[in-house]
């Protein structure tokens, strides 16, 4: 749905509050329609993220898995190369 919202679960280190909430604020933007919400819709834009990135954090910490940990430098290189392969460089 949300090609911006990233897996969180499984990676070494874990992900972090700010990783949760920024996916918590990708998912509601997505839901909404909105990037930023107007002033009387605002609270409970920010309260739905609020909840959005709370029970995220619930599900990743109930999670359990026996795989290893992703390295997060790894998938980083690898998402950068299928880019480049989707989209070719720029220069």
């Known amino acids: 749905m949300c090609r911006n919202i990233r897996s ?8 972090t509050d ?3 909430l920024a996916a918590a ?8 329609g909105f990037h930023e919400p107007s002033t009387v819709n ?3 834009f ?7 990135a709370k029970i995220t954090k619930q599900l990743l910490d109930s999670l359990v898995t026996q795989a290893h ?5 790894l998938e980083a290189a690898k998402a950068h190369n299928r880019a480049l392969q989707r989209f070719g460089s720029k220069g």
């Open 18 to 20: 700010e990783e949760v």
């Open 46 to 52: 920010e309260r739905s993220v609020d909840k959005v």
């Open 8 to 15: 969180l679960y499984n990676f070494d280190p874990p992900a």
């Open 25 to 32: 604020l990708q998912f509601i933007r997505k839901v909404s």
């Open 42 to 44: 605002k609270e409970a």
């Open 69 to 73: 940990p992703h390295n997060r430098e």
